[in-house]
């Protein structure tokens, strides 16, 4: 099963995702981990999205594109996969068609998450990441066990630099106006699934469970 999880930033794509690799066994490929991970080697190409990311604009599609091509060929992701955060732009989901249609895949399912603006703002103000396995948390709405430790992993849990207020209203921004389009884009193809993002997390993981 090919699925992508869709939404705007905060509205509990990564969230949902690590539940459907849970159930599937299919992995999760999220643009957002794969950059941040590039970021901690000092890769050129994480230093060059470093600058894009720190300021909550969208990396170049050349660049994410060739990241995901890479990915996908990977033998894990013959059985399936898990879109997070890509495609972002209407070029990216032209060149993830091309590059399915050549491998004789589709996807499946697109699972879009709808939260309004100023609830995103309050859920990324309160997000807690482990900068080691990617588990994500919030200090009220999902908190771990013991505060400010993984439940997961056991490492202490950090802010992520892009997760200031600053930085979050540019990446809404740029959400509207550059991967919101993508929902008729998806819709055409039959694949597009709403599912209420406002709702309590096990809620919006049942309604999710409920569309596939
Ligand atoms: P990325 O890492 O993909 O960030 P994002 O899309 O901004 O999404 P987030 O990770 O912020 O949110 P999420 O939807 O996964 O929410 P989460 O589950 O954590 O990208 C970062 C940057 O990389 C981009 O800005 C861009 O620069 C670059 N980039 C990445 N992909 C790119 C691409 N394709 N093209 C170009 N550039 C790209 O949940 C958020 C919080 O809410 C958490 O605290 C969680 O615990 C809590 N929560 C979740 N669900 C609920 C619920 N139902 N109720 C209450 N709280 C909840």
Not at 68 to 86: N, P, S, Y
Request: aromatic share 6%; net charge neutral.
């Amino acid at each position: 099963m090919n699925l992508m999880v869709f939404g705007a930033p905060g509205a509990g794509k990564g969230t949902q995702a690590k539940f459907l690799v849970e159930k599937y066994g299919i992995p999760q490929i999220s643009t957002g981990d794969m950059l941040r991970a590039a970021i901690v080697e000092k890769t050129a190409m994480g230093m060059e999205a470093k600058r894009y990311m720190d300021a909550g604009e969208l990396v170049p599609d050349s660049t994410i594109i060739g990241i995901i091509e890479e990915r996908l060929a990977k033998e894990d992701c013959q059985k399936g996969f898990i879109l997070d955060g890509f495609p972002r732009t209407l070029a990216q989901a032209e060149a993830l068609d091309e590059l399915l249609e050549k491998q004789g895949k589709k996807i499946d399912k697109v699972l879009s998450f709808e939260v309004p603006d100023e609830l995103i703002i309050k859920r990324i103000a309160g997000r807690r990441v482990c900068p080691k396995c990617g588990a994500s948390y919030h200090v009220e709405f999902n908190s771990p066990k013991a505060e400010g430790i993984c439940d997961a992993c056991g490492s202490e849990l950090i802010i992520r630099k892009d997760d200031n207020k600053e930085t979050v209203k540019n990446r809404l921004s740029n959400y509207h106006s550059q991967t919101a389009p993508l929902v008729d884009f998806y819709k055409n193809k039959g694949v597009f699934a709403q599912i209420d993002g406002s709702q309590k997390l096990e809620k919006v993981t049942q309604d999710m469970f409920a569309k596939l």
